[in-house]
């Protein structure tokens, strides 16, 4: 595999349900993050974790909670959700060095409906 | 705080044509990078071309060149002779030096007639 993976592509959950996302990057970077599209919305930053610590939490309601286990997998335990929550989720992943910009790598998405 | 302004929702162009895709943007940053990205049907996020705000010349990647225009806080896509499988949205972003954050414009839906 290469770049940055993330399962599964599709996820239909009830209220009720219990889920998580996985992301998986093979790019040997040290920083990895969550995004959030709803339909007709730019992309919103969700979480952000440098060096598997948790860097940033943009106000993002506690029914989504992440973890990062290490460098390369990132996941986005999901329970008690609404039907708002239902959205495209993106994984991304980069080199994060003091002072330097670099570019976002992503993965292809996980496309969540929350009936 | 950094802002990203598309006022485009959508454009067309035809096969073969060029095609500039508009971006203005907002920063309290000395330093900070502009990227954009390609998003088709499909969903994933792909990128295209990255500006850094002391580049003294614009970006260029293959058919996609940046118009980098610092005084004007404009950063627009230039895509030279289009392509049917260039029909996506289009995203704006800047990032500044703290952290790699980006923040996203509203996008541009762009269209590739035959």
């Known amino acids: 595999e290469t770049g940055v993976t993330q399962t599964p592509r599709h996820l239909v959950m009830g209220m009720t349900n219990k889920k998580s996302l996985k992301c998986e990057q093979h790019l040997g970077h040290n920083a990895m993050y969550w995004y959030k599209q709803s339909a007709k919305k730019p992309l919103e930053l969700m979480f952000v974790?440098?060096?598997?610590?948790?860097?940033e939490n943009n106000s993002v309601p506690s029914r989504f909670s992440p973890e990062c286990p290490n460098s390369s997998h990132l996941f986005l335990h999901l329970h008690t959700l609404q039907p708002e929550d239902s959205a495209l989720y993106l994984c991304?992943?980069?080199?994060?060095?003091?002072?330097?910009?670099?570019?976002?790598?992503f993965g292809p998405g996980t496309r969540l409906t929350v009936t | 705080a950094q802002k990203i302004t598309q006022t485009q929702p959508g454009m067309f162009v035809q096969e073969k044509e060029a095609v500039t895709l508009d971006c203005t943007y907002d920063t309290s940053d000395p330093s900070y990078g502009l990227f954009w990205y390609k998003q088709p049907s499909s969903g994933e996020m792909i990128f295209l071309i990255y500006q850094g705000s002391y580049d003294q010349q614009n970006a260029t990647e293959g058919r996609y060149s940046l118009n980098f225009q610092k005084a004007r806080k404009s950063a627009n896509l230039v895509i030279s002779a289009s392509q049917l499988g260039d029909s996506a949205m289009y995203f704006c972003a800047i990032a500044g030096n703290q952290g790699g954050k980006l923040i996203f414009g509203q996008g541009t839906e762009l269209s590739v007639k035959p």
């Open positions: 974790y440098n060096f598997k610590e948790q860097t």
């Open positions: 991304a992943s980069s080199q994060e060095g003091s002072g330097v910009i670099y570019e976002q790598y």
